[in-house]
Structures are given as C-alpha cells and as structure tokens.
C-alpha cells in the first residue's frame, strides 16, 4: 500500500508545472479537441459503405479503413444515422421492423437516459456529422483523461500517469475494438476516480453512481465490463487499501445499486427479451482455449501479425480475436528496472505484489486453461470469453509493470539497453516459426518502429538534462512505440460523408443487380449489407436486428417449426438475402430467402 493523501482529479494532473504552463497545455487540448470537431473528423471505417452500395469508392482522409470493424461501419454508425434520421426517437419509424434504438449500444435518444449520455448531447445543438466527431473525441480525452486520473489516485505522478494513459490507449487491443466500444474502455475508470477522490460522503455516493451508470448505459457488453471491473478492483486492492474502509464499501454499494437501477429502468424492456434469445442470451463460456502465444505477444505486440494481420499460423482469425493489449512496458520492466530497488519495494509492499500477482494469475488462468464452466458460474467469468478477458489481463500486466518502473527507477545502462534490443530480435526470429512457408508477409515497418524507439531512448539517455528523468523517458518510449504502431489502425475520416449519402443512387444501384419491393415498400436486395441501407433511409428487409423480430418474420415462414424458427429468428442477427426457400444461418448472419420476403406473407 503506497502511502500518500488522494489527489483532486484533473488539476492533479498539472501539479508540478508552473500557472502559466498548465493554462498553456489546457489552451493546445482545446484546441486540439475543437479543430477535431470543427473538421467533423472520425476513427470511422464508413468510407468502405459506398462501394458496398455501388456508389464511388471513397478514401479516408488519412490511414486505411479496415473491413473487420463492420460492427462499427456496418452497424454502429448506421444506427446513429437511423437514430438521427428519426429526430432521436426511440423507434425506427422509417423501416419495417419499427425496431426500438434503445440498445444495449447507446445511441443518441430524446428520452431520460440522454442525462445518462454526456457523449450525445452535442447532437441537441450541433449538425449530426460533427457531433459524431464530438463523441470520437469525448470518448478519447476519457479514456486519455480517466486512466491518467486513476493512476494518479495509484500515487503516479503526473506524467507518468498521462504517458502510460495513452500506452493503453494506443495498445492493439483497444485500438481494434475502439470504434463501436469505445464507451467500454473510455469510462470505465471513472466511477472508481469518483469512488476515490471524494471524501464527502453523499457527492462520493452520487459522482460514483452517476459515472457508473453513464458507462453501463454506454455499451452494455458484460465480457469488457467484467474484465474492467476485475482489473481495477485488483489494482485498488492491492495499491489503495487505505480506501477500503467500511464507510467507503458501503457507499461503493449504495452507488451499484443506484446505476443498477438506473440500468434496468432504462433497459427493462428489452433486458428479458435479449436473456431470452438464442444469441447472446444463451453464451456461456468456459475456460481456456487462446493460444499460449497470446502471452508471449504481450511482451512483443507485434508477434503474432503481419501489420495488424494473423500470420498464417493462427488463420483463420482476424485483427480483432488476435490482438492483446500488449506494448513495451513489460519488456521494458523486465530489462531496464533498478532489480535492487524493485526487490526493495517488493519487501515492503508484499501484500500488494502478493494481490497483482494472484489476480493476474487467476485471470490468466481463465485465458489460458481449461476451466470448468462451473467455475466461471461462480466466479462471475462465465460471461466474459477467455479471448475477451484479455482486456483485464492486459490491464493488469501493464499497469502493474509500470507500478514497478515508477516507484523502483530504472537504470539505462549501455548493456541494459543492448539486453533490451536482444530480446526484442529473439521475437523477430520466433515470428519465422509462424510463417507457414509464407515468409514474404511476415515482417512489416510495423516491426521496426520498437527498435527505433528504443535508439531513440538510448540517445536521449546520454543526455545529462534527461537523466533525472529516465522512468519518463522509458515511459515516453512505451508510448511512442505504440503510437507508431498502432495509433493509423482506425483512419481518420470526415463525419460529413457519413450523413449525406446519395440515397436515390444507391437505391438505383440495387434495383439495376435485382433488387425488389416487397407488399410493404420495403426493398429486398441481394446480399449482405449490414445496417447501411435503413443507415441512409432506405426501408430494407437487409438490417442488423439488436432484438428478434419474431412478429414480422413468423408470416412469412408459417411452415417452420415453432423450434426451428425460434433458433433462426431469436437472437441477434445481420438480415441478409439471398437465394433458396428457407433461410439459412451463417455465423451471426440469417440468409433469408429474396422470393419469400419479395412475395409478402
């Protein structure tokens, strides 16, 4: 437990520099944060939808847009279209379905929950695309901002907090969910920021309820949401036990139970429909099944890929199941720590090295090992996928090793450093063991930006004026390399495209490859679209359904047993259309038959 009063949020992160210094670093945030609105800029993948819809292909403004973040693409934004196209209602009116958008991923609502949903005011009193970039930008300066302010509470100094907020942010794992969870990471800390900051009782109660429950309102994806949770209640317990008197617990309960309550007030009526689906209602999962590699790639980030891609030894997969939430730190610890003085604090604080290691243990052992689903069902884990609760891992590992580089130093020899350089080559080679004979696609410039930071690292450490501050200058270097690996995996696209698509060209498009109306006037076109086409306004049978919609497809498929409907429409699904005379499931795809839904019921 490391001693040391708490520190008030935000203000704490400028303690040490100067007035006129911290009014100068507040002015170029603005700033930055103003001119990314004002531009309606966006990590958005979108610029793929129009080739989708047979328009012009369109390009980012800047990186590449990926194809594997369609949950955000294909679905997310095209809900927040829908969502605007309706004047924040809370049923899409516009299509056959007259779904609900109140969903477990929030969307920007005129309802009661909106005091929930800080990120979408700016659609009250701004054009839709830049309010889209308003909560691209939101959610970064939380992530930025809510990680650095619960590292401070951890007693790191300021810009440790901040450089080791921004490796996390930049880590490949969460770069390759981010677009559509975003809320997920960005506002998890906050709640526990409040929990710990606060020494008045009933603001600690409400500032605690109140930015627990924006985050569960936020995407309400339990697998990241525990794995949050596990994380930061490690990390406290282990670091902060001075928190954990008897009043500061009750009033941790008082405010879950109040964002409990705020949770299911808004969702009850959709929360026993989704329990009650096929999928996701039905997941359970086990322990076990990553590869052990995973655990390797957290100490080389780039180990198990060919820029963001599954070399050929772990396809099939893609960039979102392979990723870690990996960076230099813990490679970093391992070479470059001052091992006397880290044996030193280890002594002193045994009880907290004691509790980072056993709930780092115990969450790599759900990763890792083939654990019975009974015990997931009592440890809560059951919920959280083994290759999801890499999340926490990573967390853990990360956080837990830049605790070791700030309160034990670290010692930047020339042979520490050349140590360094080795072991990141020993995991250059070990990709050649995953080549699978495709040796051409193995390495990237990816690969080199470690080792360019790390000569950057050793020419800055001989630099008298640095010395003092050598755990800042690793620090930085984690950050750097992270940065330049990974900070171009989501592009940077304008919103304004987004929410002025050409809707009587793409509607011309389909028609032309066979597309046709059903009785309803709703369109039923040949292929997988995702959500794009209710996104722009067309009214399609192709959707992405959050909830079943049993009622308007029972009609057309009278003859299907009650059983084998159930199991096709009850979940979660991409509506497609293809051929054939019953509809056929892929994944979290139903192919429903383009004859059928044409015909009517």
């Keep these: 437990m490391i001693p040391g009063n708490a520190l008030p949020p935000l203000t704490s992160l400028l303690s040490g520099l100067r007035p006129r210094q911290a ?31 047979g328009l012009a292909a369109e390009q980012p403004l800047l990186g590449t847009a990926r194809l594997i973040r369609s949950d955000e693409w294909m679905v997310y934004t095209p ?32 309802d009661w929950g909106l005091l929930f949903k800080p990120y979408h005011w700016a659609f009250m009193v701004l054009p839709p695309a830049n309010a889209y970039s308003f909560f691209f930008m939101f959610m970064a300066m939380a992530f930025l901002l809510g990680w650095a302010l619960f590292l401070r509470q951890l007693r790191f100094p300021p810009l440790a907090a901040l450089l080791v907020s921004a490796t996390l942010l930049l880590s490949p794992f969460v770069q390759v969910w981010w677009t559509s969870n975003a809320g997920a990471f ?35 994806y339990p697998p990241f949401i525990i794995s ?19 009043s500061r617990l009750i009033d941790a309960a008082v405010a879950g139970a109040i964002a409990l309550a705020v949770f299911v007030g808004y969702f009850q009526d959709i929360i026993e429909i989704v329990q009650n689906t096929v999928y996701p209602g039905k997941r359970e999962s086990a322990g076990g099944g990553v590869s052990g590699i995973s655990l390797l790639a957290h100490l080389f980030p780039n180990l198990m890929t060919y820029r963001f891609d599954p070399l050929p030894a772990f396809q099939p997969s893609n960039a979102c199941e392979i990723a870690v939430l990996g960076s230099l730190l813990p490679l970093m610890t391992l070479t470059l720590v001052n091992h006397a003085r880290l044996r030193q604090w280890a002594r002193d604080h045994r ?7 056993a709930g780092t243990a115990l969450i790599a052992c759900w990763i890792f ?17 083994p290759s999801r609760a890499l999340l926490g891992f990573g967390l853990l590992l990360n956080i837990g090793c830049a605790v070791a580089l700030v309160y034990a130093g670290v010692r930047l020899t020339r042979q520490r450093l050349w140590t360094l350089v080795g072991l990141l080559l020993v995991g250059t080679l070990v990709k050649l063991a995953f080549g699978a004979g495709s040796f051409s696609r193995l390495h990237s410039a990816a690969d080199a930006w470690p080792y360019l930071c790390v000569a950057l690292l050793a020419f800055l450490a001989k630099r008298p004026r640095f010395a003092p501050h050598a755990v800042s200058l690793v620090l930085a270097t984690a950050a750097l390399a992270s940065l330049l690996g990974n900070g171009l995996f989501n592009p940077v696209q304008s919103a304004r495209p987004i929410f002025a698509m050409d809707r009587s060209a793409v509607e011309d498009s389909l028609k032309s490859r066979g597309a046709m109306q059903a009785p309803d006037g709703s369109l039923v076109a040949p292929g997988h679209f995702g959500a794009l086409l209710p996104g722009i306004g067309i009214p399609a049978v192709n959707h992405v359904l959050y909830l079943p919609q049993q009622t308007y497809f029972r009609p057309h498929f009278s003859d299907m047993s009650e059983e084998s409907f159930n199991f096709t429409f009850n979940r979660y699904a991409h509506i497609a259309v293809g051929d054939g005379d019953a509809p056929v499931i892929s994944g979290d795809v139903v192919i429903v038959p383009a004859k059928v839904m044409a015909a009517g019921p």
């Excluded at 009880?351 to 290691?357: E, P, R």
């Excluded at 090992?369 to 996928?385: D, Q, S």
């Design 23 to 53: 009014r100068l670093c507040i002015a170029v945030v603005v700033a930055l944060c103003a001119i990314y609105v004002i531009f309606a800029l966006t990590p958005s993948s979108y610029s793929l939808a129009p080739g989708f819809l």
């Design 351 to 357: 009880v907290a090295v004691a509790v980072l290691a």
């Design 228 to 246: 949050s949770i596990f994380a930061l209640a490690v990390l406290v317990l282990a670091v902060r036990r001075d928190a954990l008197t008897l």
């Design 369 to 385: 090992l083939p654990v019975p689903l009974v015990i997931g069902k009592l440890t809560g884990f059951y919920m959280v996928p």
């Design 79 to 110: 809900y927040v279209q829908i969502a605007v196209a309706n004047d924040f209602g809370q049923v899409n009116a516009l299509g056959p379905y007259h779904e609900t958008l109140r969903t477990f991923q929030a969307l920007p609502l005129l």
């Design 186 to 220: 960005a506002l998890a800390p906050w709640a526990a920021v409040a929990w710990l900051h606060f020494d008045r009782r009933w603001l600690r109660v409400l500032a605690s309820a109140y930015a627990l429950a924006v985050w569960l309102l936020a995407v309400a």
